[in-house]
């Protein structure tokens, strides 16, 4: 969650428009700018793990029948979990945002709320990667759209893995092949480059429009994560024993992956790179096997082989966070271009290297009138860079280190709106569905349960007890 604001903190920074733009062209072309440029891989995560906790958590607590009888539960349960805070987020913008601030470039904000005036009901449908794509109410929520189109069409797969083994392998392999198939051809047909900086205006808004938000072609890691959730469910109850040999091989591979996936930014942003083909496969195959690696550490974490990484990500510490993962990416791209059109001056961006975060972080100049002060400025400076940064009446020089201190200011307002929502607003909404639907889905469970001897065990449990889980 943190990389996507990462990723956001940077682009948006530039709205207000750049006094050098060819070096901030030439910072992209930049090896160190990867850790900016490859942002965008990890939407793909969030579809992977979309997938993953759709089958774990489906496949274990219903049969075929129960599904198909339940099948309105099954999506209404879905829509609502999403609806609160997505809502909240589009009145906001409409109403409320539109008065916060003004600015020099305050009128592409005005835009936004023209779009969600307007447009409103496309993003509340789920439609908005399709329908009025050109004018999204919030241009962030194509991946909640996404997720919501494949969750519609999963039950087609999930009937076959709620039959037997063998259908359930037949049905998940028939999906994610039948989607690669798919998603090549239509990339060999439009041809775009594997960059998300196009050759020209033009082209970039068709890659954005008919590639980046596309669900044909983002439904791949989807489906690796249908395959992982299943594959951990079967496996649930076993002990796997894997050599050492197999087992340092296997995260051999998973780091040479990651690192080539991530590194592949770097080539793809070069003005010579033209390579068609390779460009096809890149587009097609680069996020599935980018899931591919994401959900094989899970895999071994789950199963005892995750070493440090495992004990890492089961700290309690991210107990909390995790629950403000949705509303934290529904609410901070509206919150940074609030901020972000505000600004009075435009940014001078420098090509200069980020050689040590370490070292860049501790020599910024900002630190030394803040280390005479007392506790109170410590805890206060995060705001008060906030109103400085605001209110800047004269260009300031950038480079990609102070980017990541604007980022670290973003990321805090984006948790306290997040924390703010979610206590308000999620967490309420979410108690009355599970009240308001459990009755009737304990009903439904219990009948399915006599008919249905042969198929999986079905605990009685209210269904959106089953199919609630955490949402990216």
């Known amino acids: 969650m943190m990389w996507v604001v990462l990723g956001h903190s940077f682009s948006t920074n530039l709205i207000g428009g750049v006094v050098n733009p060819l070096d901030t062209l030439e910072w992209v072309k930049q090896p160190y700018s990867i850790y900016v440029t490859s942002a965008p891989i990890t939407v793909d995560k969030f579809l992977l793990l979309s997938g993953i906790l759709l089958v774990y958590t489906v496949a274990g607590k219903m049969g075929r029948e129960t599904l198909l009888k339940n099948i309105h539960l099954f999506y209404l349960n879905r829509l609502l979990r999403l609806f609160p805070i997505l809502a909240t987020a589009v009145l906001a913008t409409a109403s409320v945002f539109h008065h916060v601030a003004d600015g020099p470039q305050w009128q592409l904000f005005v835009r936004k709320v023209y779009n969600c005036r307007t447009y409103w009901w496309s993003t509340l449908l789920h439609v908005q990667n399709y329908m009025n794509a050109s004018y999204m109410c919030l241009g962030h929520t194509w991946y909640i759209a996404v997720d919501v189109q494949l969750h519609i069409i999963s039950p087609l797969v999930l009937y076959w893995v709620l039959t037997s083994k063998r259908a359930a392998w037949y049905g998940l392999t028939a999906a994610l092949v039948t989607s690669l198939t798919a998603a090549t051809i239509f990339n060999a047909a439009w041809g775009f480059k594997?960059?998300?900086?196009?050759?020209?205006?033009?082209?970039?808004?068709?890659?954005?429009?008919?590639?980046?938000?596309?669900?044909?072609?983002?439904?791949?890691?989807?489906?690796?994560?249908?395959?992982?959730g299943y594959l951990l469910y079967t496996l649930q109850d076993t002990q796997i024993r894997i050599k050492r040999p197999i087992l340092l091989l296997a995260w051999s591979l998973w780091?040479?992956?990651?690192?080539?996936?991530?590194?592949?930014?770097?080539?793809?942003?070069?003005?010579?790179?033209?390579?068609?083909?390779?460009?096809?496969?890149?587009?097609?195959?680069?996020?599935?096997?980018?899931?591919?690696?994401?959900?094989?550490?899970?895999?071994?974490?789950?199963?005892?082989?995750?070493?440090?990484?495992?004990?890492?990500?089961s700290l309690r510490a991210?107990?909390?966070?995790?629950?403000?993962?949705?509303?934290?990416?529904?609410?901070?791209?509206?919150?940074?271009?609030?901020?972000?059109?505000?600004?009075?001056?435009?940014?001078?961006?420098?090509?200069?290297?980020?050689?040590?975060?370490?070292?860049?972080?501790?020599?910024?100049?900002?630190?030394?009138?803040?280390?005479?002060?007392?506790?109170?400025?410590?805890?206060?400076?995060?705001?008060?860079?906030?109103?400085?940064?605001?209110?800047?009446?004269?260009?300031?020089?950038?480079?990609?280190?102070?980017?990541?201190?604007?980022?670290?200011?973003?990321?805090?307002?984006?948790?306290?709106?997040?924390?703010?929502?979610?206590?308000?607003?999620?967490?309420?909404?979410?108690?009355?569905?599970?009240?308001?639907?459990?009755?009737?889905?304990?009903?439904?469970?219990?009948?399915?349960?006599?008919?249905?001897?042969?198929?999986?065990?079905?605990?009685?449990?209210?269904?959106?007890?089953?199919?609630?889980?955490?949402?990216?």
């Not at 205006?201 to 489906?223: G, Q, S, V």
């Open 318 to 472: 991210w107990k909390a966070p995790s629950r403000l993962s949705y509303a934290a990416y529904v609410l901070h791209y509206p919150l940074l271009f609030v901020v972000n059109c505000t600004a009075l001056a435009p940014v001078y961006f420098s090509d200069g290297p980020f050689v040590s975060p370490i070292n860049w972080f501790l020599s910024l100049r900002a630190w030394k009138a803040p280390s005479r002060l007392s506790y109170a400025a410590y805890v206060l400076h995060y705001p008060l860079l906030f109103v400085v940064n605001c209110t800047a009446l004269a260009p300031v020089y950038f480079s990609d280190g102070p980017f990541i201190f604007k980022f670290f200011a973003d990321f805090t307002v984006a948790a306290i709106a997040s924390l703010i929502a979610t206590i308000l607003i999620d967490a309420p909404c979410s108690t009355l569905i599970k009240i308001a639907m459990g009755a009737g889905s304990n009903k439904a469970i219990k009948a399915s349960t006599e008919n249905n001897t042969k198929e999986h065990s079905v605990e009685s449990v209210p269904t959106c007890d089953i199919l609630n889980r955490k949402t990216t």
């Open 255 to 313: 780091f040479g992956v990651v690192s080539t996936v991530l590194y592949l930014t770097y080539p793809m942003q070069q003005a010579e790179w033209e390579h068609p083909v390779l460009d096809v496969f890149i587009n097609s195959f680069m996020r599935p096997v980018w899931g591919l690696a994401i959900g094989w550490m899970i895999f071994a974490c789950a199963k005892g082989y995750g070493g440090p990484i495992n004990w890492f990500l």
């Open 194 to 228: 594997s960059s998300a900086i196009q050759a020209s205006i033009e082209n970039d808004l068709n890659y954005n429009r008919y590639y980046y938000i596309n669900t044909l072609c983002r439904a791949p890691p989807f489906f690796v994560g249908m395959i992982y």
